[in-house]
């Protein structure tokens, strides 16, 4: 793996349910620390909006593991390029989010991304949230957390977040919609989404965001004191 003996860039991996509030903790803890970030969940969803844009049906495996090799994605703040346009807000949608869903269950797809993540661990290092960050993209992180908060709390979270942004939302059907989600991404067998032995439980029900954060700071800094 690491055959020169250089150690590898540290990394916090959080991993945790849809809209848990994972993305937004986990960036600005890499700002805090000027770690690089890695949303993986926007590759999944990039990945799906190419393959409808290629008419790449969602449960055709081989071709979507050939169309996520092919497809050159570049992350830029919030900002997302498809081989080089930007894609915008549609892949932010509820919609697009369940068809990364779908996509996510295929192991040769999951596994057509794998290296694409690895290549992020860069120096001074990185912060990374998805489903599988601790348990299976990197797996000797030097911090895992799992992030979560009740099912009700995190709909009305993407509740407030969409309706900020301009989006139409209903609450009950966020809500119907996030536990079809975490059913999904907990009980499929390639990658599923739980919290590892080693990794810390961070319940954010009655956290706000800064407190999150400092959660997280705390638990790498003891982390690394003792290393
Ligand atoms: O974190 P998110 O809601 O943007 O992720 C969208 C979907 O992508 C999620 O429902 C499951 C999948 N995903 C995954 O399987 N593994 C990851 N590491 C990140 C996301």
Known sequence: ???????????IAIDGPSASGKGTVAALVARELGFHYLDSGAIYRVTAHAAQQAGVAL??????????????PRFDGVEIYLDGAAVG?????????????????LPALRAALLERQRALRQPPGLVTDGRDMGSVVFPDATLKIFLTATAEERAQRRY?????????????ALLQDLRERDARDAARSAAPLRQTADAALLDTTNLTIQQAVAQVLRWYRETTATL
């Open 1 to 11: 793996m690491n055959s020169n003996a250089t150690p590898l860039p540290p990394v």
């Open 59 to 72: 449960d055709d495996e081989p071709e979507l593991a050939r169309l996520a090799h092919r497809i050159e």
């Open 89 to 105: 807000d549609v892949v932010r949608t509820e919609e697009a989010g369940r068809a990364a869903s779908r996509i996510a269950a």
């Open 160 to 172: 407030k977040q969409l309706i900020e942004k301009g989006f139409d939302a209903s609450l009950a």
